[in-house]
């Protein structure tokens, strides 16, 4: 008897291969059959003829620690409502902990994750508190280096010493074993800009030994690209680890275009070692509001400021010319802010997101551009992010995997969200399981506590 029987699909399976007609078994959670299915008996039939069905999509880069504990009470999950079934969290150097704060907002960019909720002192416990939350979507885990530097270097304007990168290494190492997937790093903001490269690899150091990844936010994505993107190279050959290259883009128009000789850079980096990289399917990006990103963009939105709420959602040039002040200027009046910025091009987006070493994120715009096949969109959102994440058993359909599963139109999938309407639900997506629980149909919320938590080592 099957918990779950879906039938008369396309079958995209997640592995790049061509998609095929095939019915979906699903008991205790895992897939236990793919094929033709008749005659067998289920407590729950799904009829998929005419859609895709899929593995769930795994969002490679978020910004989730403090979402994912907490189910929401929205009628459509923003990530749900997209097919994404996992979420990889703790990106760009900014993870909930370990880090205790009590007073006030932590050190711009952590602020990003809210000023309370700082109350972790090991990393194991925030994973604790999460499994005990049954968060909704799956959850893996990385460890931020920003975060440890705030938690144990005295001066953030100075490299941490010998000791400091004992006790940042340690704090990861107790992390590892508790199920974290690895180390991001984010030397471009200002608690980790001083770090140098060999405090890295010393912080780093565990990764080797429990088999965690780096995920690197690099230093410099603008004039300095270059030589940002072999810092990278150098740290991940030297702790001898997969390196994911996070976010890879070309910032300002001096260095539009410029994508074919970044993408031949990690070629031949990736001849040697093991790289890869996820991007933005768009051309703009969001993060804290820094006055040396301004002249880069030919637009900047404000997306939250502490100091004026009524600047959100509009445009930085806009309200500083109404205030008759430089938008320089007004950075700094509008801080603690967030920003989205509008400063890459759409050739090297398009260039970028196609390319075999990318995984992309979930909001179907690469269905949409036709750059490659839905078989290959869907790996990219799937199979590959799961292989590069060590997350076993995820990301493909196939017999003993984890019936995270997607069934969607692939005429009418769209993200219907814009940036001045981030939280618009999609469309054209019928269901999505969770551990083979019905979690979201028609864009619906069905059930909030079908996701696990994926810890480094363990197939849940």
């Known amino acids: 008897m099957l918990d ?11 592995s790049n291969r061509p998609g095929y007609t095939a019915d979906v078994g699903i008991r205790d959670g895992r897939i236990v059959a793919i094929g033709d299915l008749a005659g067998r008996k289920a407590a729950r039939h799904h009829d998929a003829r005419g859609r895709i069905v899929s593995p769930g999509f795994i969002d490679a880069h978020t910004h989730d620690d403090r979402l994912v504990l907490d189910a929401g009470e929205e009628a459509c999950h923003p990530k749900l409502s997209q097919g994404v079934t996992t979420v990889v969290t703790g990106n760009c150097g900014i993870s909930l902990a370990p880090l205790r704060w009590t007073d006030g907002a932590p050190p711009a960019p952590l602020d990003l994750l809210g000023r309370d909720g700082w109350t972790f002192e090991r990393f194991g416990d925030y994973l604790d508190a999460l499994a005990r939350s049954r968060p909704t979507l799956n959850t893996a885990c990385l460890v931020g280096h920003s975060t440890l530097r705030v938690r144990h270097v005295a001066d953030l304007q100075k490299e941490a010493d010998a000791r400091e990168c004992q006790r940042m290494a340690a704090d990861l190492q107790e992390a590892l074993k508790a199920g974290a997937i690895g ?4 030397l471009y903001y200002p608690p980790a800009r001083a770090a140098s490269t060999a405090e890295v690899i010393a912080v780093g150091a565990p990764l080797q030994r429990h088999g965690g990844i ?9 004039d300095q690209i270059d030589d940002a993107l072999r810092e990278g190279f150098e ?14 883009k070309l910032i300002g128009k001096r260095n539009h275009g410029r994508s074919a000789q970044t993408l031949a850079l990690i070629e031949e980096a990736a001849q040697a070692q093991s790289v890869c990289m996820d991007c933005y399917p768009y051309n703009a990006s969001s993060t804290m509001l820094l006055a040396a990103r301004v002249n ?3 637009q900047v939105l404000v997306t939250w400021s502490e100091v004026d709420p009524s600047a959100a959602g509009r445009s930085l040039f806009a309200l500083a010319q109404e205030r008759g002040v430089s938008p320089e200027s007004l950075v700094q009046t509008l801080s603690p802010a967030g920003a989205v910025y509008f400063a890459m091009d759409e050739g090297d987006v398009s260039r970028i997101l196609a390319h075999p070493l990318t995984m992309v994120g979930s909001d179907g715009l690469a269905r949409d551009r036709r750059l490659f096949p839905l078989e290959t969109a869907v790996y990219k959102m799937t199979g590959l992010p799961a292989r590069r994440f060590g997350l076993q058993g995820r990301g493909l359909l196939g017999e003993g995997c984890a019936a995270d599963i997607a069934i969607f139109d692939a005429a ?14 999609s469309v054209g997506m019928d269901a999505v399981f969770v551990n083979g629980v019905l979690a979201c149909e028609q864009g619906r919320t069905v059930e909030r506590h079908a996701g696990q938590v994926l810890r480094h080592g363990r197939t849940p």
């Open 235 to 248: 740290i991940g050959r030297a702790l001898g680890v997969d390196t994911v290259l996070s976010h890879h």
């Open 296 to 298: 880069q963009s030919s």
């Open 183 to 186: 180390l991001s790093t984010g």
């Open 214 to 222: 780096v995920a690197m936010h690099l230093r410099g994505e603008a």
């Open 4 to 14: 779950v029987l879906i039938t008369g699909g396309t079958v995209i399976d997640g």
């Open 412 to 425: 009418t999938i769209a993200d219907r969200a814009t940036f001045e309407n981030p939280t618009a639900a």
